[in-house]
């Protein structure tokens, strides 16, 4: 099993920024995904951004990109996703998960280790 841990959210005004990070335990393996993933209030869970394990290759929703940076430490078995320029449309419950198929690393169909989720809100 592997365990995930998201912390970091909380309450911003429009324009702030905020740092997500999701400490990975437990099973290893030899190469995969790990992606940020958000729900909003009656509406279904997205894709956010993902970053391959080894070769640190990133995936971006085209509604974050150029404000949102995912990134890893190795060292410390955690990706981060520093977000910018928030706007309340990014206001959701955030999560990370593992994807160890790594074939359409942007579906949330295909990522099987999920954690509890960290809640973001924007205010304008």
């Known amino acids: 099993q592997v365990q995930l841990v998201e912390s970091g959210g909380g309450s911003v005004q429009a324009g702030g920024s905020l740092r997500l990070s999701c400490v990975a335990s437990?099973?290893?393996?030899?190469?995969?995904?790990i992606g940020w993933f958000r729900q909003a209030p009656g509406k279904e869970r997205e894709f956010v951004a993902t970053i391959r394990w080894r070769s640190g290759t990133t995936y971006y929703a085209d509604s974050v990109k150029g404000r949102f940076t995912i990134s890893r430490d190795n060292a410390k078995n955690t990706v981060y996703l520093q977000m910018n320029s928030l706007k309340p449309e990014d206001t959701a419950v955030y999560y990370c998960a593992v994807d160890i198929q790594i074939v359409r690393v942007t579906s949330s169909r295909e990522y099987e280790y999920w954690g509890q989720g960290t809640p973001v809100t924007v205010s304008s």
């Open positions: 437990g099973r290893t393996f030899s190469n995969y995904a």
